[in-house]
């Protein structure tokens, strides 16, 4: 239920993740994240300046340079990213605008918005990355 454009973000960052441990981490370049998660660098290189600009990630101009994050995984939610990358989709008006069904089904959907928010904002980079992990049964250091 995420776009592409943020699933594609999500796994670019956990590839930053991977990067963070150190405190002098080698910034990962766009087309070595866009080459080992199959995205189209082009894309990648778009979503990368969104997050850039938001204070997500900072970038390093030049030979060995490229991204890393700006803050710890553990304080960066899928909210974060999603709230970023994605528009707000809840509904405000009900297709079925006269039903008198409308306000119930307008509400349920607000409630669905809510819940979807609360799972995102329990979800850390560092919660994602220890998932996969562990889906993969390698060892990830935080």
Not at 19 to 26: K, L
Not at 72 to 86: F, G, K, R, Y
Request: hydrophobic share 50%; charged share 20%.
């Amino acid at each position: 239920m995420l776009s592409a454009k943020t699933q594609y973000a999500i796994l670019a960052l956990l590839e930053l993740a991977q990067e963070q441990p150190g405190v002098a981490a080698r910034p990962a370049s766009a087309a070595r994240i866009a080459e080992r998660h199959g995205i189209p660098a082009t894309f990648l290189v778009q979503i990368l300046h969104e997050l850039k600009r938001s204070g997500i990630i900072a970038s390093t101009r030049g030979p060995g340079g490229g991204y890393r994050l700006s803050q710890p995984p553990q304080e960066v939610t899928l909210a974060d990213v999603v709230d970023l990358l994605e528009a707000n989709d809840a509904p405000s008006e009900c297709a079925a605008g006269e039903s008198p069904f409308a306000a119930a089904l307008v509400e349920t959907c607000a409630d669905l918005a809510r819940a979807r928010r609360e799972v995102l904002a329990g979800v850390t980079l560092a919660d994602l990355a220890e998932r996969g992990a562990a889906a993969a049964g390698a060892m990830w250091y935080i």
